[in-house]
């Protein structure tokens, strides 16, 4: 009898465990990835610092199961090779778009959240992370898309008051 108890016993408890054990269903893109995804293809840009511009180029693809938007920039800048990698996202938790940017330049990503201002198509994000000093530092960003096939992306750095650079997309024909 108590074979039988503890049988019954033991195929409750699985009974009520298998369910919670189950691979949750991994989540879908939303209509916020899919203003990510408008960016997917191969752009031209020109950078520009103070006097200076660089001529480069980037490819965004969608990838992860359409959840992350992943960019490979190469430019040129202050007359040597420059290499960048993005990764961009929309978390539905806590309704901000997410970004990375890892470049040659340093150890250390640039991580940055915000939102995107669909009347003006202003996606407008702010992080900090090390800056040339290796000191904490401010950072925001924001990315202007009138039209499908052209970005304007201005970066600002510590105070704010002026930017730090801007760059300009086209997307390639």
Known sequence: MKTVRWSCAVALALAIAVPSTRAQEPPKPGPEHEHLKKMEGN?????????MEDKGTVTYKMELGGLWLVSNLEST??????YGKGMDTYDPATKKYVSYFFNSMGARPIAMEGTFDNDKKVLTLTGEAPGPDGKPMKYKSTSEMPDDNTIKFTMWMGDGKDSAFTITYKRKK
């Not at 752009?43 to 006097?51: H, I, P, R, S, V």
């Not at 800048?77 to 420059?82: A, I, S, T, V």
Request: net charge neutral; charged share 25%; no cysteine.
């Open 43 to 51: 752009w031209d840009l020109t950078m520009k610092f103070g006097d």
């Open 77 to 82: 800048m202050l007359g040597g090779k420059f």
